[in-house]
């Protein structure tokens, strides 16, 4: 298990961009496959983004791809989810989560979970 805070959730107009940030704790960082997930009010939470350990493959849901950008610093303990050209329907609470598996995109893999950061974007 890690233990998962997330930061740089704000405000942001359409077309803007965030950096969200997820720092871990624990020495097994680095064996963990990372994943970003997202939860808008009144709906599921759905798969954005996912990254191996090691970095070299990533993922992601359809509709972000091209437009956010995950990556991971291992050295820092940090997993990180650069979103540009933001649209009004990219508003939610995003997770920053843990796997031990090799890959997932499907939350009930991961079994650490940040508190969330909220992601508000204006028209």
């Known amino acids: 298990q890690v233990q998962l805070v997330e930061s740089g959730g704000g405000l942001v107009q359409a077309g803007g961009s965030l950096r969200l940030s997820c720092a871990a704790s624990g020495r097994t960082f680095s064996s963990y496959t990372m994943g970003w997930f997202r939860q808008a009010p009144g709906k599921e939470r759905e798969f954005v983004a996912s990254?191996?350990?090691?970095?070299?493959?990533?993922y992601y849901a359809i509709p972000v791809k091209g437009r956010f950008t995950i990556s991971r610093d291992n050295a820092k303990n940090t997993v990180y989810l650069q979103m540009n050209s933001l649209k009004t329907e990219d508003p939610a609470v995003y997770y920053c989560?843990?796997?031990?598996?090799?890959?997932?995109?499907?939350?009930?893999?991961?079994?650490?979970w940040g508190q969330g950061t909220q992601v508000t974007v204006s028209s």
């Open positions: 989560a843990a796997t031990p598996q090799v890959f997932s995109t499907r939350d009930k893999s991961f079994g650490s």
């Open positions: 990254i191996t350990w090691r970095g070299g493959d990533t």
